[in-house]
């Protein structure tokens, strides 16, 4: 069994088309039916019903489908294992919540920038659930997420535990005061791991009523929480700044409700390249020991690219 034959159908079956893999592959279509037709041959049976919109898997071809796929990630891997050296080059695509990029993430970069000049970072954020589907589907190297993390695919490396303090507006003292009133919550979108915390504590203090108000961006949240609007549930360093400038009052939480962990996750199947390697090295010690790195030197970093948050 030819391995460009099962790439070319990987190709037809996620194109949904012989015309569209062809445009794919950036090849003939004659070459994907000539492919398709050897493959279908030297397994004796059809691996896709044709009709006059493109094509279907059968159920011998949906069978087929994830070997398929399995063995071009293989593919893609052992050149990358091949071409790896001990010097950390290439690019490498990771993941961090909005809260992480803004305060824990920077110090990151620097130190890794420093490190390893040759890297090319792409950072994308969004909430612990998109981030965990984006590291399960392989969109992300790795990502950093909150909270435990539990799943068979997936390895957790723990980062950094953060205390969640509750941020109201500068004029509310007490906590007590968020049951005289209708309450609206500003927070991320479905899937963050603040949210889901906070939406519990109120449940507990009897408050399931309150509506929510959305946002994709931390300078949001703070400002509609310092103008009144509603309440929010983050780790203390990412609001602390806004607190000491009397734009918002935070409000401690027991221990057992206030702690959380950060960690960075990936896929326990993934080739882990010097890149990826030296990343996760870097972050784990400057995470564990903020003041422990020096301000990195006069140097070209890696190369940054935004990227917002994909919509689910």
Not at 103 to 123: F, S, T
Not at 135 to 155: D, N
Not at 171 to 200: H, M, N, Q
């Amino acid at each position: 069994m030819d391995a460009g034959d099962l790439t070319v159908f990987a190709a037809a079956a996620k194109a949904g088309g012989i015309t569209k893999a062809a445009e794919t592959l950036h090849t003939v279509q004659s070459n994907v039916t000539q492919r398709i037709r050897r493959l279908e041959v030297e397994l004796g049976v059809p691996l896709f019903n044709r009709h006059s919109r493109g094509v279907t898997l059968t159920s011998a071809g949906t069978q087929l489908l994830p070997y398929a796929e399995r063995i071009g990630r293989l593919l893609h891997e052992a050149k990358q294992a091949a071409a790896d050296g001990p010097t950390a080059r290439g690019r490498i695509v990771i993941g961090a919540l909005e809260s992480a990029t803004a305060v824990r993430l920077p110090p990151v970069l620097a130190a890794y920038g420093v490190a390893c000049p040759e890297v090319d970072i792409e950072i994308d954020t969004g909430t612990t659930a998109a981030l965990v589907d984006a590291v399960l589907a392989r969109r992300l190297e790795a990502a950093f997420v909150a909270g435990a993390v539990s799943h068979p695919e997936l390895l957790a490396i723990p980062m950094v535990e953060e205390e969640l303090v509750m941020a109201t507006a500068p004029w509310i003292r007490a906590l007590d005061r968020l049951t005289a009133a209708p309450l609206k919550l500003i927070v991320f979108r479905t899937g963050c791991s603040y949210r889901t915390r906070l939406e519990a504590l109120l449940a507990e203090r009897g408050i399931s009523n309150a509506r929510r108000l959305e946002f994709g961006t931390l300078d949001g949240i703070i400002g509609c929480v310092g103008a009144g609007i509603g309440v929010t549930l983050l780790p203390r360093i990412v609001v602390a700044r806004a607190a000491s400038e009397g734009r918002i009052a935070l409000h401690r939480l027991p221990r057992e409700a206030a702690r959380i962990e950060t960690v960075l996750i990936r896929r326990h199947d993934v080739f882990v390249s010097t890149a990826l390697a030296r990343f996760i090295e870097i972050a784990s010690a400057r995470l564990a020991n903020p003041a422990g790195v020096g301000p990195a030197r006069t140097r070209r970093g890696p190369a940054l690219r935004a990227v917002k948050p994909r919509k689910k």
